[in-house]
């Protein structure tokens, strides 16, 4: 499948007001998704949004650990006060 045809397509699609219309990836057509009884439920992408929210978080907690040059005993450096060898 040439993904800008699918996308032209289903917009298109969309435009014309078939708002139903989504790609089944069985047959690699674009079809009425409702009749095909192909549903993605809310809790899926609920869920998706939940975790790629924790991962962007996660990132910019330990970016921010990265960008300030310092260690913390959390990360796996030295606790202030103690002695460097």
Do not use: C, W
Not at 15 to 32: P, Q, S, V, W
């Amino acid at each position: 499948m040439d993904p800008i045809d699918v996308i032209t397509e289903l917009r298109s699609r969309h435009d014309k007001g078939e708002m139903n219309a989504g790609l089944n990836l069985f047959t690699g057509k674009i079809e009425d998704t409702m009749k095909k009884g192909i549903i993605e439920p809310l809790s899926i992408k609920i869920q998706a949004i939940k975790s790629a929210s924790e991962v962007a978080m996660m990132l910019l907690r330990i970016d921010d650990v990265v960008a300030s040059g310092k260690s913390s005993p959390a990360m796996g450096g030295m606790p202030q006060g103690m002695p460097e060898y």
